[in-house]
């Protein structure tokens, strides 16, 4: 049994790529500014939603010491023996995506196997607590794994959803209330991880992909400035721009839910991974999200009453009241088992597309739009 220590080998930064990569051009929503200055983050994060979709921030609150005892914590355990990780495994034909993840799924028609692997930890909460996987290598560090997952939760995640309300013309805490801390959800702290393949290995992968063109299940997943690259967004005119690395800032991209309660207003960003530069080719990819997912009681097929939408007629009183809700945690549970309950990613199965119960959601994305 593998044993733990409240110091894991420290994890060190790499060196950003000298290659001359094709950025976009990212928003930045400055955080320092809450409250006292909302009204102009509000026209921040506009601009960031409507132009860009990816987008980052900056002053959240949490430190990079702190950021990199996460990346430490996170890379001793991935670098466990496979048979230990594989105690408490995700369960996907559940839906469940709490537990390790390695990379089982077969990319394409390729026979090239994913080379990604992942820890999901749930929000240490009481109404959560009997998710969290149950690893003794973990025991030492929940502490500080609660500590920090509620800081992001807090600091950034609510700040964020009170923007968007007001965004909206919504009471400030019309999402952040339902996805307060305490209330149950799918939101997750992942270490992920990929593992670096050789050149030739990856050449037989399309445009030398490591993850396909997707969208996200949940509200708004907040990354970690990576610094080694891989990291795409589909711009609107269908070019594919790297996401630069920005030192102590988090990267923010919206996703599905947020888009379904603004009737398509708010657009979930589409995003890929692709095989890093070559002179960060050889080193591990290793990130820390938070990924933020819908209040399991949260009425993901309904249009949220606002007045922007209202005035778009998109938001229609009579449709939604008439609309049998589909919580946030069936929603949540479908849509991962749709995407990983396989054992070959990208085939015709999930090329075609997710729907369930009347929320759909594109699954292929192409290079260029169509």
């Known amino acids: 049994m593998p044993s733990s220590t409240l110091e894991p080998p420290p994890w060190t930064r790499p060196r950003p790529t000298q290659d001359r990569l094709d950025y976009v051009d990212l928003a930045h929503i400055n955080l320092s500014k809450w409250p006292a200055q909302k009204e102009e983050l509000v026209d921040d994060l506009r601009k960031a ?10 002053n959240t609150g949490v430190t990079d010491e702190e950021v990199v005892r996460q990346h430490s914590i996170g890379n001793a355990f991935l670098d466990l023996p496979l048979e230990y990780k594989r105690q408490h495994p995700c369960d996907f034909k559940n839906g469940n995506f709490f537990g390790f993840r390695e990379g089982f799924r077969l990319m394409g028609d390729t026979n090239v196997k994913d080379n990604s692997e992942a820890l999901c930890l749930p929000k240490i909460t009481p109404s959560m607590a009997h998710e969290f996987p149950d690893f003794k290598y973990l025991e030492p560090f929940k502490f500080e794994i609660e500590a920090f997952q509620k800081k992001i939760h807090e600091r950034v995640l ?46 037989l992968l399309p445009e030398k992909q490591y993850l396909n063109g997707h969208t996200d299940f949940g509200v708004l997943t907040l990354l970690f400035a990576q610094v080694v690259q891989g990291l795409q967004i589909r711009t609107d005119n269908g070019e594919w721009k790297h996401v630069p690395y920005i030192p102590n800032t988090m990267v923010v991209n919206t996703a599905d839910i947020l888009s379904f309660a603004t009737g398509g207003y708010l657009q979930s960003t589409i995003h890929r991974v692709i095989r890093p530069p070559e002179d960060q080719a050889n080193i591990p990819r290793l990130g820390v999200f938070y990924f933020g997912r819908a209040a ?59 729907e369930h119960k009347g929320l759909m959601v594109r699954t292929n994305y192409e290079a260029q739009a169509a």
């Open 49 to 58: 939603v409507t132009e860009v979709g990816f987008w980052s921030v900056e």
């Open 296 to 354: 399991h009681d949260w009425e993901a097929n309904k249009i949220v009453p606002s007045p922007v939408l209202e005035r778009l007629g998109i938001y229609k009183p009579d449709e939604e009241s008439a609309k049998e809700a589909v919580t946030g945690l069936d929603f949540t549970r479908a849509r991962v088992k749709h995407t990983w309950d396989r054992k070959v990613y990208g085939d015709d199965a999930y090329n075609k597309g997710f």
């Open 158 to 203: 609510t700040p964020l959803l009170k923007l968007f309300a007001l965004l909206l013309e919504l009471p400030e805490d019309y999402f952040a209330a339902p996805h307060a801390w305490n209330r149950p959800s799918e939101d997750h702290l992942r270490y992920m991880r990929y593992i670096p393949n050789s050149a030739e290995t990856d050449a």
